[in-house]
């Protein structure tokens, strides 16, 4: 998904579930920060003081740069979150392992996600690992049928829209990639796909590398994220994973599905601006908010943590502060690298699933 979805939707869900202004922000600027924070390594401090992070995104995330791309402790944790075809931990699936990476949305693994960020709500960072894990949760839905891998499953032939060929959708793959051939195109993640897994609007089909058929309806699934996102969240706030909730209401979901289906701009920051209108008129009823997000630079929670600096320049020393432990920028890092941890080594061998 987009900045439109991982950023607005996902502060309108948490109001929606019960979540104060400051609350919600936190975890839809953290949801969204997962496609930005692409830098990686240690911040040295006058003082002596280190602090080290490390990326949950690639550089402008698209898919070019394919060295970086073979990650599996950015893809997967982050983005791709395997599926285990669907099943509980105590059930494997059959055939070969990739069974196991495959995406499938609301899986029983992203579930006991879930779950783990809610017993760990205690922590100073727990609405930025809230944050986190709710991108990759949404995710689930617009990355389904795909792995975070190299691998064939991820292959895409025969694209149609709205029930039409695209003719031209080869060329766009071979335009976007500087000209390469699509056949030439390593299958990772959704790469073929170009960004249409992510794209709200779209009505569309396509042909795995499987020879499988495979029909996409992202209006219809991007609401159904939305509702169960704000099940997660009400969970989240009464302590109870198992509770029963009620989610979005009806009228809600319909409202989301239609104004996903109607703003349908290829720019993702026209879509962005849109719903940001709409929460400053108060049309979801939740009172007007003016709601904003930098991703760099001034007014950005990296600059705020660090002041100014230039990323590019080698050996930089930044000026320390208490402020420092308390900023979102280290509290969202903190909460990554937990994420990353609790998902590699303590929920997917669960599974029965090792990537790292």
């Known amino acids: ?56 995104a690639h550089r402008a995330l698209n898919y070019k740069n394919f060295a970086a791309l073979g990650s599996r402790l950015v893809w997967i944790p982050y983005h791709f979150i395997p599926g ?21 949305p609301n899986s029983h693994v992203a579930q006991a996600m879930i779950r783990e960020v809610i017993r760990d709500a205690d922590r ?15 995710d689930t839905w617009a990355h389904q049928g795909f792995a975070g891998v190299n691998h064939p ?4 032939s025969q694209v149609t829209r709205d029930g039409h ?62 509702h169960e996102l704000c099940r997660a969240f009400q969970r ?19 409202e989301f599905q239609a104004r996903f289906t109607a703003w349908d701009d290829r720019d993702e920051q026209l879509r962005h601006q849109k719903w940001l209108a709409a929460l400053a008129a108060d049309e979801f009823g939740i009172g007007p908010v003016k709601l904003e997000y930098v991703a760099q630079g001034e007014g950005s929670w990296k600059h ?15 000026t320390y502060s208490d402020d420092f432990l308390r900023s979102d920028w280290k509290l969202f ?12 080594d303590d929920v997917l061998p669960r599974f029965g699933i090792c990537v790292a």
């Open 1 to 56: 998904m987009n900045i439109d979805f991982h950023h607005a939707v996902t502060y309108l869900v948490a109001r929606v579930a019960g979540f104060e202004h400051r609350a919600a922000d936190i975890v839809a600027h953290a949801a969204q920060y997962v496609d930005d924070a692409i830098g990686e390594g240690v911040v040295r401090f006058h003082n002596g003081a280190m602090y080290q992070r490390h990326a949950t």
């Open 84 to 104: 285990n075809a669907g099943l509980p931990a105590d059930e494997a699936p059959s055939g070969k392992f990739i069974e196991r990476l495959i995406t499938r």
């Open 124 to 138: 100073p960072y727990a609405l930025h690992r809230l944050g986190i894990a709710s991108h990759v949760f949404v």
């Open 153 to 156: 499953i991820n292959e895409v």
């Open 165 to 226: 060929p695209d003719t031209t959708f080869t060329q766009k793959v071979s335009s976007f990639f500087d000209g390469w051939l699509h056949q030439a195109l390593p299958p990772i993640g959704h790469g073929a796909a170009l960004s249409w897994p992510d794209r709200p609007f779209l009505r569309w089909s396509y042909v795995n590398g499987r020879g499988e058929h495979v029909v996409r309806d992202n209006p219809r699934d991007f609401a159904e994220a939305a």
């Open 236 to 254: 989240y706030r009464l302590d109870d994973p198992d509770a029963d909730v009620e989610g979005l209401p009806e009228r809600l979901r319909t």
């Open 304 to 318: 705020a943590a660090l002041g100014d600096f230039a990323e590019r320049e080698r050996g930089l020393v930044h």
């Open 333 to 344: 890092h903190d909460a990554a690298k937990a994420h990353r941890r609790s998902i590699v």
